[in-house]
């Protein structure tokens, strides 16, 4: 299943940021990204910028439609998977999985719900939603934000949560693993 989206640039606010446990950015006149942020920003989401592009990562923020559009396109394929336990890899495990893949154009989503049969609890998103291109990098130091990063064509995925390596995140899962495929 393939998705695409179209990036709207706007300083459009979605009001359920506001209560962020981080707070609210405060925005520095002189930064740069004041233009590209909105105003629920947080510290993470500006530090997980920041290393996007010190990797050499050129990302893109999706607009809040495209986010929901992303999620409800990973929860299609990948949403009810995790019940059953499917063959999948966590952990270590999937840090290597997820390092082996040649992947150059791909999503960090955050989740705005929980997932059945996954450590994942939202109170509310801390990250921005990225369209990247460029390599492939771990984001295993933002796990506190429960996400996903998937390629386009929904063809594998790894799911980050607040449970990484102490309950057996993070998870690695590809489609051909799931039942039925």
């Known amino acids: 299943m393939n998705f695409h989206f179209t990036l709207d640039r706007s300083d459009d606010v979605c009001e359920q940021y506001c209560g962020c446990p981080v707070g609210p950015r405060r925005l520095d006149p002189t930064d740069k990204r004041r233009e590209e942020s909105p105003a629920f920003a947080t510290s993470i989401d500006l530090q997980l910028q920041d290393y996007l592009t010190a990797a050499g990562v050129t990302w893109s ?8 559009e992303a999620e409800a396109a990973w929860r299609e394929v990948f949403g009810r998977a995790f019940r059953r336990r499917p063959r999948l890899k966590h952990g270590n495990r999937a ?5 082996r893949q040649a992947c150059d154009h791909y999503f960090v989503v955050p989740f705005s719900a929980n ?3 996954l450590p994942i609890h939202v109170d509310n998103m801390m990250i921005g939603a990225y369209e990247c291109r460029g390599p492939l990098v771990s984001l295993a130091a933002f796990h506190d934000s429960e996400f996903f990063v998937c390629p386009p064509d929904l063809s594998w995925s790894m799911v980050y949560t607040h449970e990484d390596h102490s309950m057996g995140g993070p998870y690695f899962i590809r489609t051909e ?3 039925g495929s």
């Open 61 to 68: 923020r999706l607009s809040e439609e495209d986010r929901i």
């Open 95 to 99: 840090d290597h999985e997820f390092g």
């Open 115 to 117: 997932v059945d049969g």
């Open 177 to 179: 693993w799931l039942p």
